[in-house]
């Protein structure tokens, strides 16, 4: 299979000189299986540029179908949406895959998008037929030649973790994610750090390791692992409760799970190329401190990456 990125950021698009080189735009994953199905990690502002691409195949005739993974609702997974030019295809089949306590949400940014204040086009008048499935925790499906897996994460208002095994190979996509420590994020927002000395209830300890070790189960055995890195230490130490995690984290699941290569992804949008270029040099030298063999690189906007058999 074929693993291409077409955006990497978080939070916001932030094109610039100083996010040329690793990309401005928010997540979009695609992945291509040695039969031809297509399947997508996230809709966030990449989606645009791989919609364009896919017009060239037959989804431009109307006759294609396509497959997107939504890890969650926040607006850098999801504003790529109205901007899918496949979606503008009489005959297109899009298939829209989310966590099942997000799914009417996503059915509701889908019909609200056609207010006049927020878009000039109604996005409930597309030519393409949309189906959005709601997926139950930890469930497992096929699309074709590829089986799914997923997990929760620990995320406000939770997100979902995706495996695609296809091809002898397995990706997995781990955004966007909290350390499985410190705090049980829910349905409700959480306003600020911990108070100092604040101890988690055992139950939601317990929560917490059965989360990380569903995402362990995941990975095991990855070729590739895409995980949420947005944080340094520093920045989680002053804003734990925003729901992202340290190359340190990741590094910890992939050593745990035996997965071969770390994509350190979601990158912060203040972070320049410079900065994650450090970031990359520094979780190296981690994984060698760990005694980790999990290899390391940092996502950037046209990286592609063959995984197992591509033909």
């Not at 031809?36 to 502002?45: M, N």
């Not at 109307?62 to 969650?72: K, R």
């Not at 998008?113 to 497992?140: N, Q």
Request: charged fraction near 20%; charge should be negative.
């Amino acid at each position: 299979m074929k693993v291409r990125f077409w955006g990497v950021r978080g939070s916001i698009p932030v094109p610039g000189p100083a996010t040329e080189r690793y990309g401005g735009n928010t997540s979009c994953v695609e992945v291509e299986t040695g039969a031809g199905t297509r399947l997508t990690f996230d809709a966030g502002t990449g989606l645009r540029a791989l919609g364009e691409a896919l017009m060239t195949t037959e989804l431009g005739r109307g006759a294609g179908e396509a497959h997107l993974l939504i890890s969650h609702t926040h607006w850098d997974h999801i504003h790529g949406l109205p901007f899918f030019a496949p979606i503008g295809g009489q005959g297109n089949r899009i298939h829209l895959y989310a966590r099942a306590a997000s799914e009417p949400h996503l059915s509701s940014v889908l019909d609200a998008t056609p207010e006049g204040s927020y878009f000039p086009v109604a996005f409930r008048e597309p030519r393409a037929a949309i189906t959005v499935h709601p997926l139950a925790d930890e469930t497992r499906f096929e699309i074709k030649d590829a089986r799914i897996a997923s997990a929760r994460l620990n995320h406000p208002f939770s997100a979902t973790a995706y495996s695609i095994d296809a091809d002898g190979a397995r990706v997995v996509y781990v955004s966007d994610t909290a350390p499985f420590a410190d705090i049980l994020f829910g349905q409700e927002f959480v306003s600020g750090p911990p108070p100092e000395g604040f101890v988690l209830p055992p139950a939601s300890r317990a929560a917490l390791a059965q989360m990380r070790s569903a995402v362990v189960r995941l990975c095991e055995g990855a070729d590739l692992v895409i995980y949420d890195t947005m944080f340094t230490a520093e920045d989680y130490r002053q804003t734990p409760h925003y729901g992202h995690s340290r190359p340190a984290d990741a590094l910890s699941v992939c050593h745990d799970a035996g997965a071969r290569t770390l994509a350190l992804y979601h990158h912060s949008p203040e972070r320049t190329d410079a900065e994650v270029d450090t970031m990359l040099v520094d979780t190296r030298a981690l994984a060698r401190a760990m005694a980790t063999p999990v290899a390391v690189v940092a996502a950037y906007e046209g990286l592609c990456l063959e995984l197992g058999r591509t033909s």
